[in-house]
């Protein structure tokens, strides 16, 4: 079996006077791209916020490649191989495209490697190439998720965590953001994705973990949980 990188044990987190997550388990194996879902409010942003260190935690622990990281801040995780592209995208809005995909490698000194990986995110990202001095915060929504995801391939993860990518976009570009999420996965990148669009998710995810009202309710194959009746009448609204 694959090594565990990511290990949530008893996970509970306060946010803003409320008990968002009240005792969460989980965990992701090298190679696997895992997702969360769950209804809007169930804690999922704040599951991820915990794991990254943007978040204090008030019980429980998180492992991150066999060690606690809990109490670390983001810099120390992205400098471990663990990034995170936020829900609303967070690009850097005054400065460039090129200047965002250099913010995103600030943890290496490799200068040269550097604009290799510029080249090759522009290699996933055409947009991005032909708007590369265009500033962040002109570009559409669409375009500012492409940025954030070029953003944190940026640091090499070893682990991408993903809070809600598809959020607020077209029809199409939530289809070009998910064959992106396809084809990063298939670059060896371990991902843990939290996504409202519950059949997107699925169906690009190997394992599923169900939220609900701060706790996991269900865990399992994604293609099974798919076809799952009490998943599909909560979840994909059918």
Do not use: C
């Amino acid at each position: 079996m694959a090594a565990t990188l990511l290990k949530v044990t008893g996970l509970k987190v306060s946010y803003g006077g409320i008990q968002a997550v009240k005792g969460v388990d989980f965990e992701v194996h090298e190679g696997e791209l895992v997702t969360l879902i769950g209804s809007n409010g169930a804690g999922k942003t704040t599951t991820m916020k915990a794991i990254t260190g943007t978040l204090g935690i008030n019980d429980g622990d998180i492992e991150y490649m066999g060690k606690s990281v809990k109490g670390q801040g983001p810099w120390d995780l992205v400098r471990q191989g663990l990034a995170m592209v936020p829900e609303g995208r967070g690009v850097f809005a005054r400065m460039t495209i090129v200047e965002n995909l250099q913010m995103g490698a600030y943890v290496r000194t490799d200068k040269a490697a550097i604009e290799q990986d510029v080249e090759k995110v522009f290699g996933i990202f055409p947009r991005l190439k032909e708007r590369r001095d265009q500033l962040a915060g002109t570009m559409s929504g669409g375009e500012q998720q492409m940025l954030a995801m070029g953003r944190a391939l940026m640091s090499r993860p070893k682990v991408l965590l993903m809070d809600e990518p598809s959020m607020g976009l077209s029809p199409i570009m939530v289809d070009k953001i998910f064959e992106v999420v396809r084809d990063v996965y298939a670059q060896g990148v371990t991902i843990l994705l939290v996504e409202q669009n519950a059949s997107r998710a699925l169906s690009v995810a190997n394992r599923a973990y169900v939220m609900d009202s701060g706790l996991i309710t269900m865990s399992g194959d994604a293609k099974v949980m798919l076809k799952d009746p009490k998943v599909r009448a909560a979840y994909l609204g059918e």
